[in-house]
């Protein structure tokens, strides 16, 4: 996998959820489809005058989300930024062309309410569970930072073999220290809370 | 439609969006199916380990999506709380036996890693972009408060009709002053943007 396929998923999936945070710092998720894709970059349109609207011109944190009929999670995570005002009327066309939907929704001409925001910079994360044991793995497009997430065995490890016994997805090897396969591990945290000598540790 | 068949209907779909608030105050948006539904409650279940966990702890508030096969965007925003300690084990149990799937990642006795919450009050927004105009309607279970939004045309109307004229869907009422009817609108600002006197106000 990678982040090309994952992006090209993302568009045969076609309605995603895009997660923002509002101004009193709750969280909001709306179903988007009018998107654009590129290589490696994801183009949408809103209007301007939608409260989405503003939660991104004023943080412009987003992820993004979708779930294949093959029970795949992709989820991207990125900043989106307008694009420069001389091509928006590009883009909004653009974008209308490939999804006609959107010209029973805005009409003629109204649609000029709306902007098309791209992300360029992103982390993807792409989540498998419904393979045995289960998949994922991180990839990024343009400038975009791999964040580590789950936990990982230390050197305090004594060997005792808690861990292995306690993890759902069996995906913890011996050794010295005991070692996570972060590609198959759920993040549950069970083996975090079942060390005797606390030598997991968050990542 | 009503709060009760607006459940229904995020049951059907079962695969949801769940956004939540990370600690930097990014949004964080997964899938969960691994959700019990009662006639104005929902349960579900994630894992102790899990950043999504942490963020329900620390903060609770989520927003959950789905998309139906009608095209309909259903949107719960409220509070999530862990269910009482005794009752952990009753609640993990029945979303296990609901959905067989979730022994096949947390086998055996895994699945004590487990932590079930619920959400008893929230505003439920129903939004339908396939019908001209537009539909939309919100509604609440438990205590949860309906939030306006989008926008009203204020006395200060001159009934100049420009915002009509630039309405998407058609849906401003003649009148002293002109009214929006909230249930067709898209909430894209055009009426705000265009109105020569500023007569018309978010909500």
């Known amino acids: ?27 909001q998720v ?3 489809s009018a998107i654009h894709y ?3 970059e994801i183009y949408f349109f809103t209007a301007r005058g939608k409260d989405f ?6 943080d412009g944190r987003v992820q993004v989300l979708g779930y294949t009929k093959y029970k795949e999670m992709i989820r991207l995570s990125g ?6 005002e001389e091509r928006q009327k590009k883009w909004i066309d653009n974008i209308f062309r490939e999804q006609p939907y959107l010209a029973n ?4 001409d109204t ?12 982390q993807i994360e792409y989540f498998n569970l419904g393979v045995r044991p289960i998949f994922r793995e991180s990839y990024t497009i343009g400038e975009g930072n791999v964040t580590l997430k789950g936990y990982q065995i230390t050197e305090d490890c004594i060997g005792c073999g808690t861990c292995v016994q306690n993890c759902p997805q069996g995906c913890i090897e011996p050794g010295q220290p005991f070692a996570i396969q972060q590609e198959h591990c759920l993040h549950c945290g069970s083996c975090f809370e079942h060390c005797p000598v606390s030598a997991v540790q968050r990542r």
């Open 30 to 32: 709306r179903n988007i």
């Open 38 to 40: 590129e290589k490696d």
């Open 1 to 27: 996998m990678d982040a090309a396929t994952c992006l090209r998923k993302l568009q045969y999936v076609g309605v995603l959820s895009f997660a923002t945070v509002d101004e009193t710092g709750a969280p």
């Open 53 to 58: 609207c503003r939660e991104l011109l004023s």
């Open 111 to 122: 649609r000029k309410i709306g902007i098309v925001f791209v992300i360029r910079d992103a």
């Open 105 to 108: 929704v805005y009409p003629g």
């Open 79 to 84: 900043k989106a930024a307008p694009v420069p």
